[in-house]
């Protein structure tokens, strides 16, 4: 592993990035998904899985794209035709749907503390994804998976002790919620891309970040620890 650098005092601070829809473009993986289904399958097929998907993700409180195909297996025993999806989703290029710039993100956050991908999702699925699109090598593993992220931050913490910790995430939702728990600790980027982010209801509905990006390769030119939000509230620089 390599050496975190510790530059301007700042051995005592962890960055926290989500994945999807912050360093990886997951609404272009699910237009990807939607369309071979529908070539394969068609249209009317395509919003059953589709259904299916959101139902599971009511039950389980994440996507859970494979567990959605086994259930709409069941209802189509007789096409092997589905048995080649899983095959479609597990091979998926992903590291063809990174942002621009999200790979030097990382590489420059970790020239000044250690960086973590903190992340929802399944356990098969999203470290797949996490690994194929090359973002689980460029923290060199350091990698935490959740159903709830926010609700582990007590397990973050005891896994990655920290004064002080960033969290980058395309979730408004997310990043309110994590504020609550860690307060003035935790300085809240928001990254402005992906469905979630230009939901107007859900930006009217949360208070705003400490940060906000149009993109996640601006984040190579700003100091999340010398926001206007922190420089207010009279935080003292780590």
Known sequence: MSTQATSRGREDLVYLFDVDNTLLDNDRVQADLRSELERRFGAAACERYWAILEALRGELGYVDYLG????????????????????????????????????????????????????????????RKIERSGLWDAV?????????????????ERLYPARRYVMVDDKLRILAAMKAIWGPRLTTVFVRQGHYAADAAALAAWP????????????????????PRDRALGKEPT
């Open 208 to 227: 705003r970040a400490d940060v906000s990006l149009a993109r996640i390769g601006e984040f190579m030119h700003v100091d999340p620890l010398d926001s």
């Open 140 to 156: 060199y593993g350091h990698v935490l998976i959740y159903v709830h992220k926010e609700k582990m931050l007590a397990d973050v």
């Open 68 to 127: 959605a195909l086994e259930r709409y297996r069941l209802e189509r025993l007789h096409d092997p035709r589905v048995l080649r999806l899983s095959s479609w989703l597990v091979d998926y290029p992903f590291s063809e749907r990174l942002y621009p710039g999200a790979l030097d993100v990382l590489r420059h956050a970790q020239e000044h503390a250690r960086s973590v991908i903190l992340s929802d999702g399944d356990a098969v699925f999203q470290p």
